[in-house]
């Protein structure tokens, strides 16, 4: 695990009237307890990572409370974790980063919403949508609908987002139906406070279980009862649902003096939506719009008697929705014509953009739009004018004066990191093949494709990769390689990818990455990791779990011997055996290692023990700067510099003080032949007297031939 | 009515920016101001640029009011970098404008990928950043704040926050900051010592009114992208001084007539560079050889003068007199045993790696010297032999600090007499040669000094070990014979072949790609075994 996360774990336990501070999914995380869940799992991932983090660190307060928690195996798992609220009257939630667990989940979310649920469900999704996400961009907004899943989008606040999460629970129990609650990767990650409750202990639990099994063949999804619960969820369960987000006023409307005009905005889109209407003098900083506003806590399903009630009179309302299709505001247009009320212009995607994160930019220049096509009165539009402007003339000034954009700096495989090798050794392997076709992953080892690597031709999904090469094997002129991280492998790669690949004897190179954790989601355990809890389980091999399927050609590589690497490479892509060749590579997640080791060696060196602290470095005067290191590492702590020879009027190439000497820069060199500039430096920390004798013997030869001092 | 107050920081995974958001809030709240942060974490945390978004309302126990989890361009009162170029991002992006941003940035860079990767200078130009900044903030404080946070012993996130306290923009006490330090427990001393020197250059540094006036730029140090320093400042760090002042080979009588028939021969602006080279060829082999320098770039310089060079600040033969000075001193295994076994390597090493006093260095070389290498320094009859079987290479690890290691290096360096007979030496020789006959040649017949440049410059491509020396080589033998040295192409004229002397020496430049999805390994003897 990242970091330890016991202050965290404190405030779940704080109890009435207490305040707790601290970030957005944590905050959710307090609230389910509020809510007296029975059971909690789902996957990790950014930004939702922490309600699993912090959880698996309660495992006291749950067994107190009686809370089973689950690290899944993945969404689909989660998502079918679910189940048990479908018969009982247990609470139950699941979270993971959407969209992409969303798909994963899906087909368990399928039956989930057609079965109904008894106990109240809820799923918390981390929308992983915009500035920074490392996913597809695709809404989760059409899976709640096409499911009827309610969907909910509570305002970014602290105690909005706890009370949609308690009354979430209380929703999915009136209408029988599994709730969804989105938060974007921002409110996952704001920082506020919120005044908290007691927890509640579930009334059945691991404490008290259920004693009776509850059989009904209404909740199995075969004929008949597939076509009734269909009937059901639009029938019964969407009208309760209407009635009670109604009636708990989940929506809220916020009254202006303008009231020719109306905002209809997602919950989650309202403190930027009033930021720009700030910039505008049409908003206090306290939020008092003097544009009326509807804010959707809820966005699926849309409560047509408030929407009608909100629009009408109007000449015109804005619809902000981020993402596309506009479920929303096609929704709006429908429930306003079949009501027949046709004055209010429904005005939403033609002055704010169809696809992407809706910024402060976005929103600024999109409610400029608005008011420009509405002239309500009231509005100086010379005044927001001038502040759209404004902006807009900042960024041609920057662009005038920089001339050209400033490089863009994607992430990368951290400094020590032991992917990187195995991308070194087969960039170098590549170059002797003239091109390989590579099926690539889901995890940090995706960074392979940037620069300076390049490396991976697709990527279909998360442990996909090998099905992903299954029709390029026999459709390529080579063998293909396919990468796939030990996270991946244990999510989905061992059933749909190697299982398949054994048993079907294809002939391809797969390349496991194992280095311990799901790394890119902040080093969670998976069932190989290294160090696993004994809470947690005991630790399954990749390698005897491969040998068990039947795999034949199977070889475990130390990632930074970059030349074992490449020949281990050489070797799969030239043997005659056929079926599936496995290559182990081998290295465990640097972030892990020295977080682990940072703290032992801090303590041996304050008790005077001799430590050897190891980096690499570059001879200035050796180096003559073609930066074919650099092309095989992409190393941050491989850079450049100035060179200190006046002659030279390039950078040299050097390495910074970050280095933590993993040896990858020593090894590329002799691999790929570079240059005699590098060299390993061992600086040895509480010498011991050989090893000062030693040295004092070595200084003495090396000054008569004229060396060092 | 207070306007909420907005806090962009910039910064790249791994230098504690969400540690100085989190230090903001607790000093909002030691001052009793309502605070919000938000942070974009994820796979931008890793080594990626990302931001962490800060809004306080300073009004001291107010309720609190809508804050926006988003920064609005134009919204912004505080933007704070940790590095230049994540300013000039925050500029391009509009979160920096001269009605209400202060700009506090650190002037050292970290360069991204595709600024590192080029065989050639791939840096962004920060000068435009750093004139571009007061004209585009309210205010600008700009220092390097890396080596302050080296000089504190600590991580740039606490010198960063102690310039944005400092710059006087932050509504926070001095007192409330460094609580919001102390609070954070570990590692507080070293943070507070690192705030506090980041605070007193920032209160000290003249800060540039929006629209006009301009702020200094900031301490660049010389590690960063600057305009070449004079080369005699620069001299006492090059890699010849130690062993030359010496008076190793050369000795002072014949450097000193070196620099007499430097001063005869040349005019002024080309005197330090021509000192520099002699002294690096004298140091490299002997005193004659740099007499031979001195010859050779006499033929160039009688070329720019004929093309009226003087203009132009004599750069033909600047340049011609660099590539000239480098190419004269190639690396081969004795130039690079020589320059791995000298004191002032070793007392670099250990300056690098920050031993302290007390602690033995030791120093692994990593080399892979093959056939290839060893033929270089052999004469060219028995280099034929050698290269005929030369494989790839064996790997070596070298204690070049040991005993073994540095006398096996010493012995290897104390060679250099024999160079002057090895194969490499003559075959470099003959194509110095070539190329400066081509240089005198067709700028005597042309007289057009960019032509003259053009060729000069190719010898940019002559450098490097192994196969990259290889390649690039044979790129260099390959521009002379089709273009520098073809009939057909000089016939068409000094225009049309400049032009493609720049164009083959650029591509030349650009890294090799491998061309993805060629069907089969043409010329490869490996066996593909296809399934069925």
Known sequence: MERSFKAEVAKLRLGAGQTFTGEGILAVTKALLQSGVSYVGGYQGAPVSHLMDVLADARELLDELGVHFEACGNEAGAAAMLGASINYPLRGAATWKSVVGTNVASDALSNLSSAGVVGGALIVIGEDYGEGASIIQERSHSFAQKSQIWLLDPRPNLPSIVDMVEKGFELSEASNTPVMLELRIRACHVHGSFETKDNVAPKYSRRNPIQKPVFSLDRIPLPPANYTQEKHKIDVRLPEAIKFIQREQLNEFFAGDLRQIGIILQGGMYNTTIRALQQFGLADPYGESRIPLYVLNVTYPLIPEEITRFCSGKRAVLVVEEGQPAHIEEAINSILRRADINDPHVIGKDVLPVAGEYTGEVLLNGLAAFLELTLPDGVDLKAVAAVRDSVAQAKTRAAELLTVPVPTRPPGFCIGCPERPVFTALKLVEKELGGIHISSDIGCHTFSTLQPFNLGNTVLGYGLSLAAASAMGPNFGKRVITVMGDGGFWHQGLTTGVANAVFRNDDGVLIIMENGYTSATGTQNIPSSPDLPVREGSPISIESTLRGLGVKWLERVYTYEVSDVADVLRRAMSTEAKGLKVIIADGECMLERTRRERPVKAKQLAAGERVVRTRFGIDDDVCTGDRACIRLSGCPSLTIKDSPDPLRTEPVTTINSGCVGCGLCGEAAHAAALCPSFHRIEVIQNPSGWDRFMHGLRQGVINVFGGAK | ?532
């Open chain 2, 1 to 532: 009515m207070t306007r909420t107050y907005t806090i962009l920081v910039a910064a790249l995974g791994g230098e504690g920016g969400g540690v100085l958001a989190d230090w903001l809030i607790e000093a909002a709240q030691h001052e009793g101001f309502p605070a919000q942060k938000t942070s974009i974490p994820g796979v931008s945390q890793r080594t990626g640029a990302t931001t962490y978004y800060v809004e306080m309302y300073p009004e001291k126990g107010a309720r609190p009011p809508v804050m926006a989890l988003i920064p609005s361009p134009g919204a912004i009162d505080l933007m704070a970098a940790s590095e230049l170029v994540e300013a000039g991002r925050a500029m391009q992006n509009a979160f920096i404008t001269p009605e209400r941003t202060t700009l506090v940035a650190s002037t050292h860079r970290i360069y991204a990928t595709s600024e590192k990767m080029l065989p050639t200078d791939g840096r962004y130009d920060v000068q435009k950043i750093l004139e571009a900044a007061p004209q585009v903030a309210q205010k600008a404080v700009l220092f390097d704040m890396s080596r302050l946070a080296q000089e504190a012993g600590t991580v740039i996130n606490a010198v960063l926050f102690g310039a944005m306290a400092g710059s006087g923009a932050l509504p926070l006490s001095r007192e409330a900051c460094e609580a919001a330090i102390r609070g954070a427990g570990k590692g507080a001393d070293a943070s507070l010592r690192g705030f506090a020197s980041g605070y007193a250059q920032a209160a000290s540094t003249p800060l540039g009114k929006g629209g006009g006036e301009r702020s200094e730029p900031g301490d660049l140090t010389a590690a960063e992208k600057s305009p070449p320093t004079p080369l005699l400042q620069r001299g006492e760090t090059a890699p010849h001084s130690p062993l030359y002042q010496r008076g190793a080979e050369g000795g002072f009588l014949q450097r000193e007539e070196q620099s007499d028939r430097v001063r005869r021969e040349f005019p002024a602006p080309l005197h330090e560079l021509l000192d520099e080279a002699v002294a690096r060829l004298a140091d490299y082999q002997d005193a004659a050889y740099a007499a031979s320098y001195l010859d050779r770039i006499r033929g160039v310089f009688a070329v720019d003068r004929e093309a009226g060079g003087e203009a132009g600040g004599w750069r033909l033969t600047q340049e011609a007199a660099r590539l000239l000075a480098l190419w004269m001193s190639y690396e081969d295994t004795i130039r690079v045993a020589d320059l791995k076994t000298r004191a002032s390597r070793f007392a670099r090493v250990r300056k690098e790696a920050a031993a302290k006093e007390g602690q033995i260095v030791v120093v692994t070389d990593y080399l892979k010297p093959s056939a290839n290498e060893f033929a270089d320094i052999l004469p060219p009859s028995w280099a034929a032999r050698l290269r005929r079987n030369a494989g790839t290479g064996r790997a070596v690890k070298l204690r070049t600090s040991d005993i073994s290691g540095f006398l096996a290096m010493r012995l290897m360096s104390a060679m250099k007499p024999l160079r002057r007979r090895s194969s490499r030496f003559i075959e470099e020789q003959a194509l110095i040669e070539r190329w400066l006959g081509a240089i005198k040649r067709l700028g005597f017949a042309a007289l057009d000094a960019d032509l003259s440049l053009e060729i000069v410059l190719c010898a940019k491509l002559v450098r490097g070990y192994g196969e990259t020396w290889r390649k690039s080589r044979a790129a260099f033998v390959n521009i002379l014979d089709t273009l520098v040295e073809n009939e057909q192409a000089v016939a068409r004229g000094a225009d049309a072949l400049k032009i493609a002397i720049r164009k083959a020496r650029e591509a030349s430049l650009t890294y090799e790609e491998v061309k993805p999805s060629a069907a089969t390994a043409k010329g490869k003897p490996v066996i593909w075994m296809k399934q069925g």
